[in-house]
C-alpha cells in the first residue's frame, strides 16, 4: 500500500483481496475518509473514473490491479467492480446508523447522469445510458460497454440496488463521468451515519 488509511471511529473500513489466473487486485478503503486515492489498473481511463469515486465519494481509496490485459480490459474490469463491491459490503457491517438510500444528478457540460442507491441487502442493477460512442480513451480505446460489466459486479457483491440513468449528452466521456461523480454522491449520501438513528437498521424487516 502506498499510503496507510486511518482506523474510523465507526471502523468502517476495508481489505479485500482477489486472486484468479485472471487478475490479481487489491482493495483497501475508509467509508469515512477524505477522498483521498492511489489507483493503479493498468486502464488510464478507468484509473480516472475510479478517482472520481474517491473524490466525490469522500472515501479514501485504494486499488490496485494486474490483469489479462493481453487479451482485453474485460475481466480485470469486472473483477474490479466485484472486489470493490466486497470492499463495501464489509465496510457497512450490518448496516446499522447508515442512511441506506442516496441518490444524485450530477452534470459535466452538456451530459447529465442520475444515480439512486438503496443499500437493500438485493442485488439489481438498471442502468441506461445512451453513449453515443463505443470507445473513449487515448489510444487504448477503452469499450463503454465494460461500464456495465463494472456496476454488474460492483452490485451484486455489494447487496445494494442501483439505478443509472444517462438523462443527456453528447460527449462519451462527459457521459461516462457523470456517471462515475454521479455513483460516487449518491453513495456518500447512503452510507453517511445519521446521528439520530445510529443503533438502528433502517428496515422495518429489521434487517438488511
Known amino acids: 500500500m502506498t499510503f496507510s488509511l486511518p482506523s474510523a471511529p465507526s471502523s468502517r473500513v ?3 483481496v482477489r486472486n484468479t489466473l485472471e487478475t490479481q ?3 483497501c478503503l475508509n467509508l469515512d475518509g477524505t477522498g483521498k486515492h492511489s489507483v493503479s489498473t493498468g486502464i488510464a481511463f ?3 473514473m475510479l478517482e472520481q469515486i474517491a473524490r466525490h465519494g469522500l472515501i479514501d481509496l485504494e486499488i490496485h490491479a494486474n490483469g489479462d490485459l493481453h487479451i ?3 475481466h480485470t474490469v469486472e473483477d474490479i467492480g466485484i472486489t470493490l463491491g466486497q470492499a463495501i459490503d464489509k465496510a457497512v457491517g450490518d448496516k446499522k446508523g447508515i442512511r441506506r438510500f ?3 444528478y450530477v452534470p459535466l457540460d452538456e451530459a447529465l447522469s442520475r444515480v439512486v442507491i438503496d443499500f437493500s441487502g438485493r442485488p439489481g442493477l438498471n442502468m441506461h445510458v445512451p453513449f453515443t460512442r463505443q ?3 487515448y489510444e487504448e480505446k477503452f469499450d463503454l460497454d465494460l461500464i456495465y460489466e463494472f456496476f454488474q459486479g460492483f452490485v451484486n457483491h455489494a447487496q445494494l440496488t442501483l439505478h443509472i440513468d444517462g438523462i443527456r449528452g453528447v460527449n462519451a466521456h462527459h457521459q461516462c463521468e457523470t456517471v462515475f461523480k454521479a455513483f460516487a454522491r449518491a453513495l ?3 452510507v453517511e451515519l445519521d446521528s439520530r438513528a445510529l443503533e438502528l437498521i433502517p ?3 429489521g434487517a438488511l
Open 72 to 74: 482485453d480490459a474485460h
Open 188 to 190: 456518500r449520501v447512503a
Open 14 to 16: 476495508a481489505d479485500i
Open 203 to 205: 428496515s422495518t424487516k
Open 25 to 27: 487486485i487489491t482493495v
Open 102 to 104: 442516496g441518490h444524485a
Open 46 to 48: 478507468l484509473d480516472h
Open 135 to 137: 470507445f473513449v480513451g
